[in-house]
């Protein structure tokens, strides 16, 4: 991935030009910055067991609070992102603490409600915010590498660093301390009180930890877009990001990069097919839905649950663990027939009454 940028490859259909192109390049940025945010939230949900509506709010966040870090504070880029990455926890810390009193569909109903505030706040204080219109980035606070088309190819390495970054610490949670007595937390949370531990806090630094790797995806799209809109605060980005985990599997690593980065490029790709001479020309029951990319990403979905309810990568596991069974059972065959044979007597038949048991 970080020599792309310097390759001379065409895959037509998927990507709109070469990869040393900016158009390609600023597409693939904007896949691994949605990667990075289905990682963040693949945490919560895959190993935390919490299906929140809210998850937008951080990245907004991150985004947003960038923009105003630059913008009205007027520091330059790297303290910009310092502010707009502790605005993010303060806010996952806040909300958290309090959404977690409550589990179930019922922390759904409160992080969808703090996601609603968001964005009425985002909306409402357009002196600040923007407004309807978003937030245009302070390009004088920002290093000249990272401004215009010309430096797309800095910037898709920028996001590059942020998805591995991302990525790092998941890795890192999933396998510490941490990681084990969030999961055992989801599993059984009453059991983990038996045993004298502390599932709330366990809980709430998961989703603080997920909160800052969101604000950290927000700062990656406020660079890369050079501004946001209040629509990287609602709760519909959040089902999208829930999407895209789901569509690449719940609980896998690869799988949320995998499912941000295909859901991105079909919604950009679908996009442009609609518009096609192609769909035109098609009867009107079919170029109707058709021209509508949401509605092929629907069926997509639908398809992936009903037929792969483990996601993508769900499914390849489970067709590799299948297949290293069926290896290591033929293999112990092989063995149990070689030693019949050293032996030159059969294997003697289970007593009767072993048998029976």
């Not at 504070?73 to 603490?97: D, E, Q, R, S």
Request: with cysteine; hydrophobic share 55%.
């Amino acid at each position: 991935m970080a020599i792309l940028p310097l390759l001379n490859i065409s895959i037509p259909g998927i990507l709109p030009t070469p990869t040393y192109m900016p158009g390609t390049l600023a597409l693939l940025s904007l896949c691994m910055v949605f990667a990075a945010l289905a990682l963040s939230y693949n945490m919560l949900l895959g190993s935390a067991g919490m299906l929140s509506f809210g998850h937008a709010l951080y990245f907004g966040a991150g985004a947003y609070g960038l923009g105003i870090a630059l913008e009205h504070l007027g520091v330059p880029l790297w303290p910009g992102i310092f502010v707009a990455l502790i605005g993010g926890m303060i806010i996952a810390l806040l909300t958290g603490a309090v959404a977690m009193r409550v589990s179930g569909i019922p922390f759904a109903m409160v992080t969808l409600a703090f996601a609603q505030a968001g964005s009425l706040l985002v909306r409402r204080n357009s002196a600040v915010t923007g407004g309807e219109e978003g937030l245009s980035i302070n390009t004088e606070q920002v290093p000249d590498f990272l401004i215009g088309v010309i430096n797309t190819r800095n910037l898709y390495w920028f996001t590059l660093v942020v998805l591995v970054i991302v990525y790092l610490v998941t890795l890192w949670v999933d396998t510490s301390r941490l990681g084990h007595l969030v999961r055992a937390t989801r599993e059984n949370e009453q059991r983990v009180r038996v045993l004298g531990l502390q599932p709330y806090q366990v809980k709430l630094v998961v989703f603080v930890i997920a909160g800052i790797l969101a604000s950290l995806a927000g700062v990656a799209y406020m660079l890369l877009q050079s501004g946001t809109v209040p629509r990287a605060v609602s709760a519909d980005l959040t089902i999208t990001v829930l999407v895209m985990v789901v569509l690449g599997g719940v609980g896998f690593r690869w799988g949320a990069i995998v499912g941000g980065v295909l859901y991105t490029l079909l919604d950009q790709r679908l996009t442009v097919l609609a518009g096609s001479e192609a769909i035109a020309g098609l009867p009107d029951f079919l170029r109707i839905p058709l021209s509508e990319p949401l509605f092929i990403l629907g069926v997509l979905f639908i398809i992936v649950v009903m037929f792969l309810p483990g996601g993508i990568a769900g499914t390849i596991d489970s067709a590799v663990r299948r297949r290293r069974g069926d290896h290591a059972r033929g293999a112990l065959q092989s063995l149990d027939g070689v030693d019949t044979a050293d032996t030159g007597t059969a294997t003697p038949a289970e007593p009767p009454s072993r048998v029976r048991a």
